[in-house]
């Protein structure tokens, strides 16, 4: 039988938990309750025809706690006049966490609501909203609330995460609760302590006025004519963003690769220097004026991601030229072809011409399926031919 039975009933005031519907009219103060719940009985075919299980279901119904069964009558020409369930309400809050067995959950979240209310009224729109989160956070609450407090005391700090000095609290601690962190600070906080410019878990310490960690940007002078570091053949260092801005090596052509061996094996090159990049990101590099004015090689794999970070460095560097990232390198070494795990799709405005066909072509699998070259697969041979081309 489809009828409604307790555990749907159940399921329904369930629901309404899961939702965070019930918790967070703690907050509100919005008027749940009473709730009629959606009931199925039984027709008055199946009444007749199946009387004995009608009269069970019934006093399944009627034996549920916490909810209020109203009964309507039901007259059978056989069995005479009698009351059946017509309508199953829950009066009140109270009955409805009684009845999941969610009591003592709430009892939780009234104290993070009435905490909350004491100390920072600005974050019980939070609570409203993810009040199942805060109550996966009830332990670490009163230090995310000292937290906001010590920013709202210490607006834009300057001073590194681990100078941050709270009772209990350790930079580890609010490293690993920056996703949440975030949402509170966006609403405690006064816009001008805000860095509105950056978002995400990545740039917590630049949104909130924190010092972070330095970029760092590892590079090779490649012609020893202009040496940073005297005696030192290798000339492989690695600089904080602001330094590298600084330094001006009067080099005239710089590469970029994502490849490590390569970085390292790349040859000799006059007036030139290799950096090795890390991916998308070249905020840092693009603070270096000088590095404006040289010639820019990009030489990452040919794939659609290889794409994409040539695409965004030049929304950095308008003037970069890809490096072997075209057709013929990649016909004259289909032995190595290999398949990317991942492809974008989107499109990429800065390529030109020939590289826009070659990347529609890879995303549109019109070569192979998800084909990727990568870069230490062609052959130094044909690296050191390009090079020459260069020159």
């Not at 020409?77 to 109270?94: H, K, M, Q, T, Y």
């Not at 905020?283 to 290889?306: M, S």
Request: proline share 5%.
């Amino acid at each position: 039988m489809s009828w409604t039975r307790p555990a749907a009933l159940r399921a329904q005031v369930q629901k309404l938990w899961e939702r965070g519907d019930l918790l967070a009219s703690v907050v509100t103060g919005e008027p749940l309750f009473p709730r009629r719940l959606t009931l199925r009985g039984p027709s008055s075919q199946e009444m007749t025809d199946s009387f004995a299980e009608v009269r069970t279901w019934i006093g399944e119904l009627r034996a549920l706690p916490h909810c209020r069964v109203e009964m309507r009558e039901f007259r059978h020409r056989l069995f005479g006049a009698n009351a059946v369930p017509g309508e199953v309400w829950i009066d009140s809050l109270d009955d409805a966490l009684a009845l999941i067995g969610k009591r003592r959950d709430a009892s939780r979240f009234g104290t993070l609501f009435e905490l909350t209310r004491v100390r920072q009224p600005p974050l019980l729109a939070w609570l409203a909203k993810r009040p199942l989160r805060a109550l996966e956070l009830s332990a670490e609450w009163n230090r995310l609330l000292d937290i906001v407090a010590w920013l709202q005391a210490h607006p834009l700090p300057g001073v590194y995460l681990r100078e941050v000095d709270i009772p209990g609290v350790h930079s580890k601690f609010i490293e690993a609760q920056r996703s949440v962190l975030g949402e509170l600070l966006d609403l405690a906080l006064v816009p001008a302590a805000i860095d509105s410019s950056v978002a995400g878990v990545s740039q917590f310490a630049r949104r909130y006025g924190f010092r972070d960690k330095p970029q760092r940007i590892r590079f090779r002078i490649l012609d020893r004519r202009h040496a940073l570091l005297a005696g030192d053949p290798e000339q492989d260092i690695t600089l904080d963003a602001r330094s590298f801005a600084r330094i001006d090596p009067k080099i005239e052509r710089a590469f970029i690769t994502e490849n490590e061996i390569n970085f390292l094996a790349f040859p000799a090159v006059a007036d030139s220097l290799i950096i090795f990049g890390g991916g998308y990101g070249f905020e840092t590099l693009a603070e270096a004026a000088w590095l404006a004015r040289c010639r820019i090689h990009y030489w990452g794999d040919i794939d659609t991601h290889g794409f994409a970070i040539l695409d965004q460095l030049r929304a950095h560097f308008g003037h970069v030229e890809s490096f072997l990232m075209d057709r013929a390198t990649l016909l004259a070494c289909e032995a190595q072809w290999g398949e990317e795990d991942r492809q974008t799709l989107r499109d990429l405005p800065r390529l030109n011409a020939e590289e826009g066909a070659l990347y529609d072509d890879l995303r549109d699998n019109r070569l192979r399926r998800n084909l990727r070259l990568e870069q230490e697969r062609i052959g130094f041979g044909r690296v050191e031919a390009a090079l020459a081309a260069l020159a």
